[in-house]
């Protein structure tokens, strides 16, 4: 994916921190190898830790947040649209409510435009967009008093670069659908 620097963290930390100010629960999507984000936020709140797996490097992150207070660790791919919903269901049936959801699970689909395949475009498109879409739509359902739903972009949404047609292209749309979420 693009690097995570320093100050990609905080910002990004920084406007989820602003989210979560008032939440009693809060909904994550992260891949396991950003847990900054994830540890700025968790602590004081019960935490859904969705992953698309179980294994040992998100096992130690996990770990890690449990330490900090209440984490639900729920799996799933989010390449099957069943999932987005589902996660966001059992993370309400196990913590009582939703306040705030975080959509940051990305598929970072790079190569020549003229090489990369409709699979190549359908499975980046269904993690990147999909899933934020319908886990965004079952969050907003059950946010019977208000809430907030950060969907994680990328600068590559209004910059291109060479080699991620596909994924800049995806988080464009993704950038476009949270602003007519809002």
Do not use: C
Not at 47 to 54: D, I, M, N, Q
Not at 89 to 101: F, W
Not at 120 to 142: K, N
């Amino acid at each position: 994916g693009d690097e995570v620097t320093p100050t990609s963290v905080r910002r990004a930390t920084g406007v989820a921190a602003r989210a979560v100010r008032n939440a009693a629960s809060v909904a994550l999507a992260l891949p396991a190898d950003e847990p900054a984000l994830v540890t700025a936020l968790v602590e004081g709140y019960a935490l859904g830790y969705a992953t698309s797996g179980r294994s040992p490097d998100k096992e130690e992150a996990f770990e890690r947040l449990s330490r900090l207070g209440r984490v639900q660790w729920l799996t799933g791919d989010l390449i099957d649209p069943e999932v987005p919903g589902r996660l966001v269901a059992e993370t309400v049936e196990e913590l009582g409510r939703i306040d705030v959801l975080v959509n940051n699970a990305g598929r970072s689909t790079s190569g020549d435009a003229l090489e990369l395949t409709v699979d190549d475009f359908d499975a980046t498109f269904a993690v990147d967009v999909r899933a934020p879409f319908l886990a965004s739509q079952e969050a907003a359902r059950r946010m019977v008093d208000g809430g907030v739903i950060v969907n994680i972009t990328s600068i590559h949404e209004t910059v291109p670069r060479a080699g991620r047609s596909v994924y800049a292209s995806a988080k464009a749309a993704l950038g476009m659908l949270t602003r007519s979420f809002a």
